[in-house]
């Protein structure tokens, strides 16, 4: 999988050649995989509207730390 950083990130990243930044991505992406996972099998018991489904997605995301913005 290739992906495109902002030019600053990749200064950084760049930085710290001793991080395991591979680990560190499939980590993040798992956990992101995770989370869907878990929104899917909710959702798919619901008998809310798609609608409300993005509402309430809005929601979550809204009440989430700022750590991931």
Partial sequence: MTFAVPDDLHRE??????VRW???ARKALAREVNRLHIYDRLLSKSQLTEAD???IGRE????EPSRRR
């Fill in 22 to 24: 591979s680990e560190i």
């Fill in 13 to 18: 990243i760049r930085r710290h050649k001793d």
């Fill in 60 to 63: 979550i995301r809204r009440r």
């Fill in 53 to 55: 489904a993005v509402e």
